[in-house]
């Protein structure tokens, strides 16, 4: 029962802080917040924060982590069924529900390290489900170019619908990237 508390409360005080890190980003650059400044903002202790994170950057991480993790689907591809990590999906609506903060993100001159971790994190996800499911084993460059190629294209087609102002539905987005590297039809069929 103790410990099942500690942990309720060290999970409000993560969520106390990631909060206070998206709060302050909507009114500052990411490099400009500084530890003391996100301290002062939620009330935790220095010690409490070094419990949890080792700097602000491990709390933006933990912000990334806090959307979930992507679920799987099973997608038909050439008479063939393939179970493909829903990548695309996760990111495009993770970022319709928080498109605030992501503009304001990517507004500020500290944009590359948001990205950065974006796409190492996205490298990280998408590996290891072509490794689970035999796609990067059979040759370590082949899997790495196939890993990279799909984490550029999404995260090629994702900064633009950033930078565009979000010119169509997370939906949309993601029903015309998943046509393409998911199901391997293009041009998508009509309606999509």
């Known amino acids: 029962m103790a410990s099942k508390r500690h942990a309720l409360r060290a999970q409000r005080t993560r969520d106390l802080l990631l909060d206070g890190m998206y709060r302050l980003a909507l009114k500052k650059d990411f490099r400009e917040i500084s530890v003391q400044d996100l301290l002062s903002h939620t009330g935790v202790a220095r010690s409490t924060f070094y419990a949890h994170f080792r700097d602000k950057e491990d709390l933006l991480v933990a912000g990334y982590e806090c959307i979930g993790v992507p679920p799987t689907r099973v997608c038909n591809v050439a008479g063939e069924d393939r179970i493909v990590l829903d990548v695309s999906a996760w990111l495009f609506n993770a970022t319709e529900r928080h498109a605030a903060l992501t503009t304001s993100f990517f507004n500020s001159p500290s944009h590359a390290i948001i990205l950065a971790h974006l796409e190492n994190l996205l490298l990280i996800l998408v590996r290891e489900h072509y490794r689970k499911h035999g796609i990067h084993k059979d040759q370590v460059l082949r899997g790495e170019v196939a ?8 995260l090629g087609l994702w900064l633009w619908w950033v930078r565009h102002d979000y010119p169509c539905s997370a939906r949309e987005a993601t ?3 998943d046509s393409l590297l998911n ?6 069929t009509a309606g999509q």
């Open 147 to 154: 890993v990279r190629c799909f984490v550029g294209a999404l």
């Open 175 to 177: 029903e015309a990237f």
């Open 183 to 188: 199901d391997g039809k293009w041009p998508p």
